[in-house]
């Protein structure tokens, strides 16, 4: 077999990675001409200065990130055989969360596979390789995924804009049968997801559900507005939870449809407007009109580090313009799935926002993605999703 190559840390370098964490950076590793010749994305096994094995990772000379780490040991195989131990074991705790085949299958570092996202729609599986490591990796990957599942349908949703940090393509193809609108079933509902190119990430946010069940065991006769809606995931389930009034509002004409066809296969009613949320909402506002529970869940406003200000301000008019279109005694979530902002400020921003509307509030609820997110214990930046539920005066 031929001999792998073999990456070294700067002295004292790889703070994070001894601590556990399963990342090196490339201002840790020693970026001479052989590792900077190296292809983006090849297995590596990675050693410190003072001679101590880090184990077996990918490499990719181009990325911020330049080392993934898989195993703790070197020369770890990769092969179908190891992508089947650790799928395995992603797929038996989702078999011991979940009663239906509708959830997160792979939250990348978090279920040990660096880089590689899964989500499962029964049979069928969309797939993000967000690493030039996982996108080499995509031959064993696949036969893993055959011999566990034996899914109709994989589709690659590889346009995530991560992909250009690793110097990546950005593609959509179906690997194995075919893009398409899909059903789910989530807390009971049942949705439509599109799986192709036109939805959004990979059709559907697995993230929200536990949060979308707290919501709709409040709605019952209330008025709820669901602002970012996408496809109605939280709208739905309120309004078969017997909400009296659903007003989803989103930019995505697509998304809008798909919430509406969704409504209508559990028997409720939605209204369905396509619009600017904010604007919406300071609409709302100036004509006095409120709602007995406010939902803002917005795409993430701090897309890099150097955002953090421009996002962070932005939160606070979201805030802001939801609180004032919640009812006295109503309730207002909002959420960010930002990794770039922490819950810290991200609550401060809220509560800032929240007063600058004239309203006193208490923090009911704290939470972020569900189960199907796990979170790797040393890597905070796998725990993105931040969802806060105020109730306001
Ligand atoms: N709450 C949704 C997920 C929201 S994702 C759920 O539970 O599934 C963010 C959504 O914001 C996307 O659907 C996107 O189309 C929408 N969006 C982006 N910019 C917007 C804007 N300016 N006004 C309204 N919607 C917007």
Not at 183 to 195: K, M, P, T, V
Not at 366 to 381: F, I, K, Y
């Amino acid at each position: 077999m031929k001999k792998r190559p073999s990456i070294a840390l700067k002295p004292r370098e790889g703070r994070r990675a001894r601590a556990g964490a399963p990342w090196i950076f490339s201002n840790e590793v020693v970026m001479d001409a052989a590792a900077k010749a190296l292809a983006p994305g090849q297995l590596v096994n990675v050693k410190g200065d003072d001679g101590q094995d880090f184990g077996t990772g990918s490499f990719n000379p181009k990325s911020l990130i330049a080392v993934r780490l898989f195993s703790k040991l070197c020369d770890a195989p990769v092969d179908a055989a190891f992508f089947g131990e650790r799928l395995g074991r992603a797929l038996a705790l989702r078999d011991a969360l979940y009663e239906k085949p509708f959830y997160r299958l792979v939250h990348a570092e978090g279920d040990g596979l660096p880089g590689l996202v899964i989500d499962r729609f029964g049979d069928a599986l969309v797939v993000q390789t967000n690493s030039a490591g996982m996108e080499a990796l995509l031959t064993p990957l696949t036969m893993a995924l055959e011999n566990l599942l034996s899914p109709t349908t994989i589709i690659l949703r590889n346009d995530s804009p991560s992909r250009s940090f690793e110097g990546l393509e950005s593609y959509v193809r179906a690997e194995k049968g075919e893009a398409r609108r899909i059903a789910l079933e989530e807390n009971g509902a049942r949705y439509f997801a599109d799986i192709g190119a036109e939805g959004q990430k990979t059709g559907w946010y697995y993230d929200q559900r536990e949060n979308r069940a707290f919501i709709a065991g409040l709605a019952k006769g209330k008025t709820v507005l669901d602002a970012y809606s996408y496809t109605g995931g939280f709208g739905i389930l309120a309004a078969k939870a017997g909400a009296r009034e659903v007003v989803c509002v989103d930019s995505s004409v697509p998304a809008l449809k798909l919430a509406e066809e969704s409504a209508a296969a559990n028997n409720v009613a939605i209204k369905a407007f396509n619009a600017d949320a904010l604007e919406e909402m300071a609409r709302l506002a100036s004509a006095k009109e409120t709602f007995d529970i406010v939902l803002a869940d917005p795409p993430p406003f701090v897309k890099a580090k150097k955002d953090l200000e421009a996002g962070a301000r932005a939160y606070r008019k979201l805030a802001r313009l939801s609180a004032d279109v919640t009812a006295k005694g109503g309730l207002l979530m909002l959420s960010s799935c930002s990794h770039n902002i922490d819950t810290e400020r991200f609550a401060a921003e809220c509560a800032q926002g929240i007063l600058r509307s004239g309203r006193a509030a208490r923090l009911i609820r704290s939470s972020g993605a569900g189960p199907d997110h796990p979170v790797h214990p040393m890597l905070q930046e796998s725990a993105y999703l931040k969802a806060l539920v105020y109730a306001l005066d």
